[in-house]
């Protein structure tokens, strides 16, 4: 995305909107901001009490690992790892989950659940992922669909009826990059929706143009 990294470069805000069935995963992860055209017409936005609401401590520290495994070396400013976190939840602030700085929180999750470890470098807060953390649970015939069920709900939480599947599998293999449809028994990823439709997680539908959507229940 040229565009979008010359604008960053020169320190502009950029605010990506598309519609769900057209929004590629580069894209999103491009823009410092970005929002579905749906949620964005219907008027599903939520308040910033709202959404912040539905994130826990917990929740919060699973983002934060999750970052941190995608980083190199397994280490981050806390400054770049706050601005990760508001482009992926971008009405996220501290205060909701009871602190009055970003710094007092991290200390926090440090303490409470031992995944990832600070260290001050002049004017600078380091976060470095746990070995212990560093490995990523893989997808099994198991835990799949409890996997698939969090992500689902998210996007329902976020104000979202329906999503395309290429950015469900995206999102699934952010969490989880080795993934593959034959890790779990399974041939294509429509398959998959098959079989989470059977367990009442969705509902699969087509568009004008024969393409498929996945409408979450």
Same mark, same amino acid.
């Given at each position: 995305m040229p565009l979008v990294g010359k604008l960053k470069s020169?320190? +502009?805000?950029? $605010?990506? /909107?598309?519609?769900?069935?057209?929004?590629?995963?580069?894209?999103?992860?491009?823009?410092?901001?970005?929002?579905? $055209?749906?949620?964005?017409?219907? @008027? +599903?936005?939520?308040?910033?009490?709202? %959404?912040?609401?539905? =994130?826990? $401590?917990?929740?919060?520290?699973? =983002? /934060?690992v999750t970052i941190l495994r995608e980083s190199e070396g397994g280490e981050m400013l806390a400054s770049e790892v706050k601005s990760v976190l508001l482009r992926l939840r971008p009405n996220f602030s501290e205060k909701s989950v009871g602190f009055s700085t970003f710094g007092k929180m991290l200390a926090k999750l440090a303490e409470q659940f031992g995944s990832f470890e600070m260290e001050s470098e002049e004017y600078n807060l380091i976060l470095? $992922?746990?070995?212990? !953390?560093?490995? %990523?649970?893989? =997808?099994?015939?198991?835990? !799949?669909? @409890?996997?698939?069920?969090? /992500? =689902?709900?998210? !996007? +329902?939480?976020?104000g979202f009826d329906r999503v395309n599947p290429s950015i469900l599998k995206s999102a699934v293999q952010a969490l989880y990059p080795d993934f593959t449809e034959r890790q779990i028994g399974l041939r294509r990823f429509s398959d998959v929706l098959r079989t989470l439709e059977r367990e009442g997680l969705l509902r699969l539908k087509t568009d004008e143009g024969g393409n498929m959507l996945v409408h979450i229940l």
């Open positions: 020169m320190g +502009k805000f950029v $605010l990506g /909107i598309s519609r769900s069935e057209a929004a590629s995963n580069v894209f999103m992860s491009a823009c410092s901001e970005f929002q579905f $055209l749906e949620s964005v017409a219907s @008027g +599903k936005e939520r308040s910033v009490s709202e %959404v912040s609401d539905a =994130l826990t $401590l917990s929740d919060v520290n699973d =983002l /934060i470095r $992922l746990n070995q212990a !953390y560093a490995a %990523v649970e893989q =997808l099994t015939r198991d835990n !799949y669909v @409890g996997v698939f069920a969090r /992500i =689902l709900s998210a !996007y +329902k939480e976020d």
